[in-house]
């Protein structure tokens, strides 16, 4: 592991003085400034990306892709108040972008706002009910705002179009233990696991549910894995 992190860092090296070379000899050229930049963020070097990509901004504010990455950069280093303004101006620019409105979502997550993280998350779902990721964040959400009902509906419609999401199949089984609906909760659980999702949360309420319904050996044995 350590060589290839190595060999890693040595071509990233490499291709960092590529780059600057070829910034200096053509410092007009964007492509060879965007791709600086995606190197800067590849090596966590996000004050250097973003100020290059600000400066890209400036000279030319009708390019989207300088203000795309800038906004990721925002959200990679902890700054999601920041993406959160230029999300908003790139859904200006194009408002049936499902992903830019997604991320307003994911910004609002970050910064604690529940219900407006709901609100768009639930305006990027009727636009790409095929992205099952909002699914499984409107889940979450449901999750901490105890709306299990929500939660239920919002695991089961995604199921509709992926019978198999692992993840999904837990929030499933999650909500309707928590509805008192335990044999459905533990058929749920059972597919998640079998589809791979073998994380703590899917082991616990397996064994709760076995618990619940009476089979005591299969609880100990699940609780005692948890």
């Keep these: 592991l350590g060589s290839i992190a190595e060999s890693r860092l040595m071509r990233q090296d ?3 003085i590529y780059l600057l070379n070829a910034r200096q000899a053509s410092p007009e050229n964007i492509k060879i400034s965007t791709a600086l930049s995606s190197l800067y963020a590849e090596m966590r070097r996000f004050g250097d990306a973003i100020e290059l990509l600000e400066s890209l901004a400036r000279k030319d504010s009708t390019l989207t892709g300088p ?3 800038l906004a990721s950069l925002y959200l990679r280093s902890g700054r999601p108040r920041v993406a959160l303004d ?6 200006g620019l194009e408002p ?7 991320n307003i979502a994911l910004c609002y997550r970050q910064t604690g706002n529940d219900m407006k993280a709901v609100s768009y998350y639930r305006r990027a779902h009727e636009i790409a009910p095929g992205d099952l990721s909002i699914n499984s964040a409107l889940a979450s959400l ?5 709306n299990y009902e929500q939660g239920l509906e919002i695991a089961e419609s995604g199921l509709i179009i992926d019978t198999r999401n692992a993840d999904l199949l837990f929030w499933s089984g999650f909500f309707n233990y928590a509805m008192g609906n335990y044999n459905t909760a533990l058929t749920r659980l059972i597919m998640a696991e079998q589809e791979g999702n073998e994380s703590i949360n899917v082991i616990q309420y397996l064994g709760i549910c076995y618990y619940l319904l009476g089979n005591y ?10």
Excluded: G, T
């Design 142 to 146: 449901y999750l901490k705002m105890k």
């Design 217 to 226: 050996q299969m609880a100990v044995d699940y609780l005692e894995k948890a």
């Design 96 to 102: 049936e972008n499902y992903s830019f409105i997604k």
């Design 14 to 16: 490499s291709a960092l």
């Design 67 to 69: 203000f795309i990455q």
């Design 86 to 91: 230029l999300y908003y101006y790139l859904h």
